[in-house]
Nanobody, 132 residues
Framework: QVQLVESGGGLVQAGGSLRLSCAAS??????????IGWYRQAPGKEREGVSC????????YYDDSVKGRFTMSRDIAKKMVFLQMNNLEPEDPAVYYC???????????????????????WGQGVQVTVSS
């Protein structure tokens, strides 16, 4: 079992920044199995993968829509993952979810083929709203 708790959502003006945090907990064995991803779902749209961080070197993958604006990082000792979101755009508002994802879906192949089916655990989500 893996538990994920997000924080840091809120309202920001277009062009502004937010930093999302995700605290992970669970047995060490379970936590070591998974990569961590950020996903989002806007009203009327399907949930989509935003970024993930997986291997021991901390390799990150991003959706094209956020490359250059969003940065994912982690603090392994604190079991925390972060998503720094800069230059937020009107297309970014959504509920953002932290997820424990199987490493095959957070890889140079899997991220571009199937980002969703590899998720085994979801956080409760945080709302991000961008005002124009």
């Amino acid at each position: 079992q893996v538990q994920l708790v997000e924080s840091g959502g809120g309202l920001v003006q277009a062009g502004g920044s937010l930093r999302l945090s995700c605290a992970a907990s669970g047995t060490p064995g379970d936590l070591s199995v998974y990569a961590i991803g950020w996903y989002r779902q806007a009203p009327g749209k399907e949930r989509e993968g935003v970024s993930c961080i997986g291997d021991s070197e901390g390799t990150t993958y991003y959706d094209d829509s956020v490359k250059g604006r969003f940065t994912m990082s982690r603090d392994i000792a604190k079991k925390m993952v972060f998503l720094q979101m800069n230059n937020l755009e009107p297309e970014d508002p959504a509920v953002y979810y932290c997820a424990a994802v199987r490493p095959t879906s957070c890889s140079s192949y899997g991220w571009y083929v199937d980002r969703i089916s590899g998720v085994d655990y979801w956080g409760q989500g945080v709302q991000v709203t961008v005002s124009s």
